[in-house]
């Protein structure tokens, strides 16, 4: 069993930037890869990145070049620094685990997780 527990987030500016943090209860954290989805209302849940237990990353088309995924083994957490901000941005943003993930082609898909956090909100400004 792992659970997550989402943090970070909050009320930014356009062009701001926000650091999530999902820190993960349980043993053999390196062995799971980890995403973020985020939620907006009305909208269905959306793929924003992955970090596999190899440390591959990928990212939706929509962050790239703005949002990075990275992942503290030690910690047993994983991170979403979210840079230039915008307001269509603001989400429900959730952390996801899978176990012996080490492929990105799968890393899109929310039923290729075991294990969801209860979610941050981030709300962005205009």
């Known amino acids: 069993q792992v659970q997550l527990v989402e943090s970070g987030g909050g009320l930014v500016q356009a062009g701001g930037s926000l650091r999530l943090s999902c820190a993960a209860s349980?043993?053999?954290?390196?062995?799971?890869?980890l995403g973020w989805f985020r939620q907006a209302p009305g909208k269905e849940r959306e793929f924003v990145a992955a970090?596999?237990?190899?440390?591959?990353?990928y990212y939706a088309e929509f962050v790239k070049g703005r949002f990075t995924i990275s992942r503290d083994n030690a910690k047993n957490t994983v991170y979403l620094q979210m840079n230039s901000l915008k307001p269509e941005d603001t989400a429900v943003y959730y952390c996801?685990?899978?176990?012996?993930?080490?492929?990105?082609?799968?890393?899109?898909?929310?039923?290729?997780?075991?294990?969801w956090g209860q979610g941050t909100q981030v709300t962005v400004s205009s």
């Open positions: 996801a685990a899978a176990q012996w993930l080490t492929s990105t082609v799968r890393a899109p898909n929310p039923s290729t997780y075991d294990y």
């Open positions: 970090i596999t237990s190899n440390v591959n990353t």
């Open positions: 349980g043993r053999a954290f390196s062995t799971y890869g």
